[in-house]
């Protein structure tokens, strides 16, 4: 009979695969005037279950802070990547955003074997994959990726708004909102907007 031969630890290898998990896609950041967008891919972990995820949008920003921390903590693994502006002129919002999820997917430390993105839009993937509209609400993973891409945005946000204080972006979070519209008339377009958009197109005129 052959012999059975003991391997240490350091000699063993992992008897499970990656192809059976599953991540969840989401971005932030598409209707803004100014920033990049923001993507973010997340392969929950079931044996850390994370309670009260939900569509990012639907949750307070205290709660998001939260929900992020306990995210990067529980989740088997997360990535967040972005598109800058430069990419959205130069693509468009869409393309850029599918770039974005791209990114984020390829950054995962683990390799996914199937993708569920929120929407009906999917980005080129080298695995299976599903658009799920209003996946944030439906897919755990997805809400989760959503609450990733939020806050990564919103940081941003207050990051900047020491720079350009100007335009109040810790506030409206860079959207068009009456007060920013209302600071591009005065101040003009920063390097931070995106020149494509109308309403910045508008004041470079």
Known sequence: MPSKKLLKPEQATLAWSTHGLVAGVDEAGRGPLAGPVVA?????????????????KKLTAKRREQLFDEI???????????????????????????????????????KPGHVLVDGNRLPTLSMTSDAIVKGDALVPAISAASILAKVTRDRWCAQVDLDYPQYGFAGHKGYGTAAHLAALQVHGACPLHRKTFAPVTAVLK
């Open 40 to 56: 973010a891919a997340v392969i929950l972990d079931a044996r850390q279950p994370i309670s009260g995820l939900a569509d990012s």
């Open 72 to 110: 990067m903590a529980k989740a088997l693994c997360c990535s967040i990547a972005e598109a800058s502006v430069a990419e959205i002129e130069q693509h468009n919002i869409l393309q850029a955003t599918m770039l974005a999820m791209q990114r984020a997917v390829e950054g995962l430390r683990l």
